[in-house]
């Protein structure tokens, strides 16, 4: 009955924490969707669907990643081999910085083209969304790694409260911004709520690994990317 329950206190919280991950990609459609004018509503969706699927390719990448971290940190944390641990963190953070800095600026920088290129000239309108989408993406990517790291120490609740908190700024600002600046509104609502999740679980992870993310060489792979 204990392991039972240990198994339900770990997994409910696990499950919450990927149900909001998934709503972060989605949420903001149904707000463009409900608080735009009604006669260009689903004109507008189509467009912030076009950006929003060419912003998710850093997230996919990151997903990918995340499926290899899982175990090894939850082994190495099991077994309480906190150096080890700490060693996958700083290898996961950099070698994400590594693949998503070059992808998210690449994507944001050639907004208008890729859009032009993977749909069509209608879409355009898309450009603008998607160059601001896609740092939201960034966050939401850096997110995912560090709240995975979070759960698989056997702290998932943390992760889903910290998931929660971002979620929930999401849904105040994406009215505010849509309703001022339309896509662009929902893009820069979306970006904002990631990036303080972001640095919520940095500096949990940060904090509770003695860990500085802030080295050296994290810096030099920003300003090049």
């Given at each position: 009955?204990l392991k039972l329950k240990e198994v339900v206190n770990f997994a409910f ?54 499926v290899i971290l899982f175990p090894l940190v939850s082994y190495s944390s ?42 069509s000239n209608r879409y355009l309108p898309a450009s603008g969304a998607l ?95």
């Amino acid at each position: 009955f204990l392991k039972l329950k240990e198994v339900v206190n770990f997994a409910f919280p696990l499950f919450g924490f990927n149900l909001l991950l998934i709503s972060f990609t989605s949420f903001d459609l149904f707000f463009v969707k409900s608080l735009m004018p009604t006669i260009i509503a689903n004109k507008y969706a189509g467009y912030y669907v076009s950006a929003s699927t060419i912003s998710r390719i850093p997230y996919y990448v990151m997903t990918a990643l995340t499926v290899i971290l899982f175990p090894l940190v939850s082994y190495s944390s099991y077994k309480k081999l906190l150096s080890k641990t700490l060693n996958y963190i700083k290898k996961a953070f950099r070698y994400s910085l590594i693949v998503i800095i070059p992808l998210t600026c690449m994507i944001s920088s050639t907004s208008y083209e890729l859009i032009k290129l993977l749909y069509s000239n209608r879409y355009l309108p898309a450009s603008g969304a998607l160059s601001i989408l896609v740092i939201g993406i960034f966050f939401l990517s850096l997110l995912t790694l560090m709240t995975t790291i979070i759960s698989a120490s056997g702290k998932p609740s943390r992760s889903f409260f910290i998931v929660l908190i971002a979620f929930i700024f999401n849904i105040i600002l994406n009215p505010l911004f849509i309703k001022s600046f339309g896509l662009i509104g929902a893009a820069i609502a979306t970006s904002i709520s990631t990036s303080i999740g972001f640095f919520i679980s940095i500096i949990y992870v940060s904090y509770n690994y003695k860990w500085n993310p802030i080295s050296f060489d994290v810096i030099k792979l920003i300003i090049s990317g």
